[in-house]
Antibody, heavy 115, light 107 residues
Framework: QVQMVESGGGVVQPGRSLRLSCAAS????????MHWVRQAPGKGLEWVAS????????YYRDSVKGRFTISRDNSKNMLFLQMNNLRVEDTAVYYC????????WGQGALVTVSS | DIQMTQSPSTLSASVGDRVTITCRAS??????LAWYQQKPGKTPKLLIY???HLGSGVPSRFSGDESGTEFTLIISSLQPDDFATYYC?????????FGQGTKLDIK
């Protein structure tokens, strides 16, 4: 069955880095654009970044441009989000997913940025 | 960036009610709109894609409609499992943007 398992969340100080990983299985990962969506505590959903199926094009929301990098390894069915120079306002649950192309989501990884 | 204005922000309804949630785009997005349902502490679930196409396994009481830049999620007869928060999202162009959400609770 389809699974997307996230890892790499945690508590970090402002200015530090964190790398989220998302391991996909049970579907044709290399055929899908993939996305990171986040949700701050008690807030709504916020699109963060996307990468096309072949990894050749990436897109970011303005507030993370230059700090976050989305990447993928289609040979290993893996999606990544490298987050540098983290800010308090980046605190959120981060979801990897394929929606809206299909309803595949990771379980969410909590990232807490706090001094 | 395309702004998605969702209304209402909260909605109280009863089991069996017909419910409508609206999302207005700040510019044309063709039919590139999705609707999601999210319950507390859970992953979002895709309900509708391309404005009116039902997601896999989604009950037929859910439907989507569009008129220009206004999009509607309709639940024809509310069930107890439907009390949740609903979001629209445009995926016509990057940056993709979500509406602010509609919390549907029991009257």
């Amino acid at each position: 069955q389809v699974q997307m398992v996230e890892s790499g969340g945690g508590v970090v100080q402002p200015g530090r880095s964190l790398r989220l990983s998302c391991a996909a299985s049970g579907f044709s990962f290399s055929s899908y654009a993939m996305h990171w969506v986040r949700q701050a505590p008690g807030k709504g959903l916020e699109w963060v970044a996307s990468i096309l199926y072949d990894g050749r094009n990436e897109y970011y929301r303005d507030s993370v441009k230059g700090r976050f990098t989305i990447s993928r390894d289609n040979s290993k069915n893996m999606l990544f989000l490298q987050m540098n120079n983290l800010r308090v306002e980046d605190t959120a649950v981060y979801y990897c997913g394929s929606a809206p192309d299909d309803d595949y989501w990771g379980q969410g990884a909590l990232v807490t940025v706090s001094s | 960036d395309i702004q998605m204005t969702q209304s209402p922000s909260t909605l109280s309804a009863s089991v069996g009610d017909r419910v409508t949630i609206t999302c207005r785009a700040s510019q044309s997005i063709s039919s590139w709109l999705a609707w999601y349902q999210q319950k507390p502490g859970k992953t979002p679930k895709l309900l509708i894609y391309k404005a009116s196409h039902l997601g896999s396994g989604v009950p037929s009481r859910f439907s989507g409609d569009e008129s220009g830049t206004e999009f509607t999620l309709i639940i024809s007869s509310l069930q107890p499992d439907d009390f949740a928060t609903y979001y629209c999202q445009q995926y016509y162009t990057y940056p993709y943007t979500f509406g602010q959400g509609t919390k549907l609770d029991i009257k």
